[in-house]
């Protein structure tokens, strides 16, 4: 067992098995102490490696992240606290490959519950080779002003109220990690503070005992005073009985074992830890506060007097000058978490992305406020899911119904049209799903599939105008552009395409007003006196209907009629529409095993250019 300070403002740790909060709190505390360095010099996770983003005060941090043991103490040469948070079921094999490093001095080992076999390898693994073990079932240990372990001392808040920032003059060992804190209250009420404070650990056998802390404590100079918490059951206060007696310690022990109330019941009372229950005379709390008292050690006469014995011994170390009370200061301000000043109303902050179509925060996700469940328990179409994510509104049913004809009806066109061409020799080419699907779909534009806008934008822009067929296709020749949503290679006024007819049926028989629509209609009619094959074709008949829709419907300004069409609403139809089918050839080609090994195309222009 080491004889003095385990701990400095230069110690450094490595932590494993990641935990975001302990990890962020030791952090914490280094700024709050003004450490120039990070206390965590490295995460350990076995299997992966990388680096985790904290804050040491303002300064957002990568701390590394390390696959293994070895490899973390090989790069960290200086780190020589370990602190295992592994669970009880691993944290033997982790705690010993720690202690098997010559570089790990000290191991903390937070599990509760470590077999009682493998606990006592590891201690005398650590005896035996003069490294430290703190733990099982602890929360670790801290020396004020520079280094903590872990959630020791709890939140900043408890710290500061403590003056855990800066070194008093109390040395301070307990069992138990949550009566640490409250003697950490004590002492800063009644002294100039804690030096060093270490909970041992509620399990039968811990790694290290209070009287080996005691020792230590005793020679530490900056140490004037020595507060110990025991409890019932075991034997390691009369351990620090015997050292008492032997006179190995030299400055004053104020002391005081809990339990005391166990004589009151009947029956035999375990109290939390493992190793707080009784079992005999000698290891109830009376017999061992009689034994320290008997010992030299200061015992009040009960748990309520505690406060006051230490404040008296203290004053009086004071009065002999033993004790020169240590200044006070104001410790820097920690930069409190976004989320957490959030949750307390302190600031606001923007939001990175924002979303106004759906939320998964509450019970269920909700399109558009309407949560999932009603989507499902009233029937909802794919129609009225996309009139939700896409106009953030329940269309009316023929609206809704509309927009699945369209999906449905613009799915596919054949292997022969570009989309469908590209997305089958990508499949061919042994390409996965998502790649031979976007080699389709970068294809949509002007000239393939993505005139519904466009023709949907000169349509009403002429209507609106009141421009007649004439004026309206002579003005788009003079520009040099084709009308969109017009002419197709095969369709033809003697071969009507079958979409364009059961789309005009479904709106005159549906639709409030089909107005759009039909002013496309005479202007097909305009164009066909030109040529056979300028139709309306399924482009222009989609984006003059869907401008029926939008209007007819009474549920968009004008002015939101004007930003569907801008922003591209409608060719989002023919891509959606579009996927289903090239996902469609995609696997059709997969399931063909046809591999390409060479385009038919490749011939042509090798004799073309040769």
Not at 105 to 125: C, Q, S, T
Not at 359 to 387: L, N, Q
Not at 485 to 503: A, F, P, Q, T
Not at 581 to 597: A, C, E, M, S, V
């Amino acid at each position: 067992m080491a004889t003095g300070q385990l701990f400095s403002r230069t110690t450094q740790a490595l932590f494993y098995n990641y935990k975001p909060s302990p990890v962020q709190r030791m952090l914490d505390f280094d700024f709050l102490c003004g450490r120039e360095t990070p206390s965590v010099a490295g995460v350990i996770n076995p299997g992966s490696d990388g680096f985790q983003k904290l804050f040491f005060g303002q300064e957002e941090i990568a701390v590394p992240v390390h696959g293994s043991i070895p490899s973390a103490c090989k790069i960290h040469p200086t780190a020589d606290v370990f602190i295992n948070f592994a669970s009880f079921r691993s944290a033997y094999a982790s705690s010993m490959e720690a202690l098997k490093q010559p570089t790990i001095r000290v191991v903390a080992i937070i599990a509760e519950g470590v077999p009682e076999a493998d606990a006592k390898r590891l201690i005398a693994f650590a005896r035996a080779n003069n490294k430290v073990v703190i733990g099982p079932a602890t929360v670790g240990g801290i020396q004020a002003g520079a280094f903590k372990i872990g959630d020791t001392a709890g939140t900043l808040d408890n710290i500061i109220h403590c003056k855990l920032y800066r070194p008093g003059s109390v040395g301070f060992v307990s069992k138990s990690g949550g009566m640490s804190n409250e003697m950490y209250n004590v002492l800063a009420r009644v002294t100039d503070g804690l030096y060093e404070g270490i909970a041992i650990g509620g399990d039968v056998y811990p790694g290290s005992t209070l009287s080996d802390h005691v020792l230590r404590f005793n020679n530490i100079p900056q140490i004037k005073m020595i507060v110990v918490l025991g409890e019932l059951g075991g034997r390691d206060e009369y351990s620090l009985v015997d050292a008492l007696k032997e006179g190995k310690v030299g400055k004053p022990v104020v002391a005081w074992v809990s339990g005391t109330c166990a004589r009151l019941f009947k029956s035999e009372v375990q109290f939390g830890h493992a190793g707080a229950k009784s079992g005999g005379d000698e290891e109830s709390a009376q017999a061992k506060n009689k034994a320290l008292a008997d010992a030299g050690a200061i015992v009040p006469t009960s748990f309520e007097g505690l406060e006051a014995t230490v404040k008296a011994t203290y004053d009086s170390l004071v009065d002999k000058k033993v004790i020169i009370p240590v200044k006070d200061f104001v410790p820097p301000t920690v930069p409190e978490d976004l989320n957490s000043a959030i949750k307390s109303g302190k600031v606001r902050a923007p939001t990175h992305i924002v979303s106004t179509i759906c939320d998964d925060r509450g019970e269920e996700p909700t399109y558009a406020g309407v949560p999932m469940s009603t989507i499902i328990e009233k029937d909802y179409g794919v129609g009225d899911v996309i009139s939700l994510l896409w106009f953030k509104r329940s269309l009316p049913r023929y609206c809704t119904k509309f927009i699945e004809m369209c999906v449905m009806l613009c799915a596919d066109h054949g292997p022969a049209v570009s989309g469908a061409h590209n997305t089958i020799v990508t499949a061919r080419a042994g390409k996965d799903l998502v790649s031979s699907l976007v080699s389709g779909l970068l294809t949509i534009g002007p000239r393939f599939g993505g005139a519904i806008d466009d023709a949907a934008r000169y349509f009403k822009e002429a209507h609106d105008k009141g421009l007649t067929p004439y004026d309206f296709v002579e003005s788009m020749k003079k520009k040099g552009i084709r009308v969109p949503g017009i002419g197709h290679r095969i369709k033809s006024r003697d071969n009507r395409d079958k979409r364009v007819e059961l789309l005009q049926k479904y709106a005159r028989t549906q639709f409030p007003n089909v107005k759009y629509m039909e002013y496309a209609v005479t202007v097909e009619t305009y164009t066909l006196s030109k040529a056979n094959n300028l139709v309306l074709n399924v482009d222009g008949c989609i984006g003059s209907l869907f401008l029926d829709l939008l209007s007819s419907c009474a549920m968009f300004t004008p002015q939101e009629i004007d930003e569907i069409i801008e922003i591209g609403y409608l060719n989002g139809l023919f891509v959606l529409a579009r996927s289903i089918g090239l996902i469609g050839h995609t696997f059709d080609q997969k399931r063909l095993k046809q591999p390409l090994y060479r385009h038919p195309w490749e011939d042509v222009l090798y004799t073309k250019y040769t």
